[in-house]
């Protein structure tokens, strides 16, 4: 039986491994949108350090190595952007990208009190728009950064305020 995917907090020697993951990652994207000076394909190793060290980065591991990665950040008004949510291609569409964007979820609502959720994704990512939505999150808007690009804004409020309000009404 073959190793089993696991998810956990990202190291700083990940960070040469999730850089070579990010760059084979976003290549389609880049293709896409004929733009291959996407800032995920132009990122420093410094700059993802500074991110390792700042945000909350997950990485998922199959073995040593590593197939996925997202990251997170919490701002004053507790929203949370969740960005850069990769799996490697050869296990895509197996459930391990849906497994790390709730778990950076858990991880943000838990540890830095997010409130709700937003991240982006571009306008023609029909598979990120697909999991994104199938995860509950909603356009709230689109901006023209460029001929070929349109960005997607999708925003999730987290489920279990609502409970913890209908708790204390009760009380």
């Known amino acids: 039986m073959g190793t089993s995917v696991t998810i956990s907090a990202a190291a700083d020697e990940d960070a040469e491994q999730i850089l070579k ?19 995920p394909l132009t990122q420093t190793l410094e700059a993802l350090r500074a991110e390792l060290s700042a ?8 073995g040593e190595e590593v197939v996925g990665s997202v ?5 004053a008004d507790g929203t949370a952007e969740i960005a850069k949510l990769i799996v490697h291609p050869r296990l895509q569409r ?15 609502a838990d540890e830095r009190q997010a409130r709700r959720y937003r991240l982006f994704t571009g306008h023609r990512s029909d598979g990120s728009l697909r999991l ?4 509950g ?18 925003e999730k409020e987290i489920q279990r305020e609502a409970a913890a309000e209908e708790f204390v009404a009760r009380a």
């Open 21 to 39: 993951l990010q760059y084979l990652c976003y290549q389609p994207e880049a293709a896409l949108y004929d733009d291959y000076r996407i800032e």
């Open 132 to 135: 994104y939505r199938s995860h």
């Open 55 to 62: 945000g909350c980065v997950l990485v998922a591991r199959l």
């Open 94 to 108: 197996h459930g391990l990208g849906g497994r790390l964007l709730s778990a950076v979820e858990q991880r943000l």
């Open 137 to 154: 999150y909603a356009p709230v808007g689109t901006e023209q950064h460029s001929r070929r690009l349109s960005v997607v804004t999708l």
């Open 71 to 75: 990251r997170g950040t919490v701002d």
